[in-house]
T-cell receptor, first 111, second 109 residues
Framework: NAGVTQTPKFRVLKTGQSMTLLCAQD?????MYWYRQDPGMGLRLIHY???????AKGEVPDGYNVSRLKKQNFLLGLESAAPSQTSVYFC??????????FGQGTRLTVV | GQSLEQPSEVTAVEGAIVQINCTYQ??????LSWYQQHDGGAPTFLSY????GLEETGRFSSFLSRSDSYGYLLLQELQMKDSASYFC??????????FGKGTRLHILP
């Protein structure tokens, strides 16, 4: 009964380093989303995907890239991390136009 | 652009009823959702409205007026465990799900 699983749960990066956050879902959902959450800012959409091989920009895409090579996985990449990217990152999956299921989040600190 | 407005904080007494409002501006609106998030946790789905009217799920109800670009979440028989942040979110025909900044609900004993 895994649902949406995010890896890793915590990470500390140095400025300029790169990393990839992995999101995996086992519910056969077409739609997947990456959000960042900062205090007082709610959840802001970074990128999303409506199916395998597709990606699209959200509200705050700069500094991030994504890939959806397999339907069950949605990867979020930071090519050159900056302190402004310190945040909690949430992945979600959804059937179209209905409930979104969230992973437990990744706490990323960039120093 | 898209925007959602909801109060930043609401305080209510245990056992009472509280209403959290949400107004939105967006193009290609499809539906309005509500999510709950406890401190340190992930958002969890509460309700979804695509049509005008009231949807009831146990102690929680959600209302939508598409003509007014307005919705609300109603929580009845408040319990201490309902202390959390509540987010409204619009689902658009471009497949984005856009969240408001959230309402922190404080419950007094």
């Amino acid at each position: 009964n895994a649902g949406v699983t995010q890896t890793p749960k915590f990470r500390v990066l140095k400025t300029g380093q790169s990393m990839t956050l992995l999101c995996a879902q086992d519910m056969n959902h077409e739609y997947m989303y990456w959000y960042r959450q900062d205090p007082g800012m709610g959840l802001r959409l970074i990128h999303y995907s409506v199916g395998e091989g597709t990606t699209a920009k959200g509200e705050v895409p700069d500094g991030y890239n994504v890939s959806r090579l397999k339907k069950q996985n949605f990867l979020l990449g930071l090519e050159s991390a900056a302190p402004s990217q310190t945040s909690v990152y949430f992945c979600a999956s959804s059937p179209q136009y209905t409930e979104a299921f969230f992973g437990q989040g990744t706490r990323l600190t960039v120093v | 652009g898209q925007s959602l407005e909801q109060p930043s904080e609401v305080t209510a007494v245990e056992g009472a009823i509280v209403q959290i409002n949400c107004t939105y501006q967006t193009s290609g609106f499809y539906g309005l959702s509500w999510y709950q998030q406890h401190d340190g946790g992930a958002p969890t789905f509460l309700s979804y409205n695509a049509l005008d009217g009231l949807e009831e799920t146990g102690r929680f109800s959600s209302f939508l007026s598409r003509s007014d670009s307005y919705g609300y979440l109603l929580l009845q028989e408040l319990q201490m465990k309902d202390s959390a942040s509540y987010f409204c979110a619009v689902q658009n025909r471009d497949d984005k799900i856009i969240f408001g900044k959230g309402t922190r609900l404080h419950i007094l004993p």
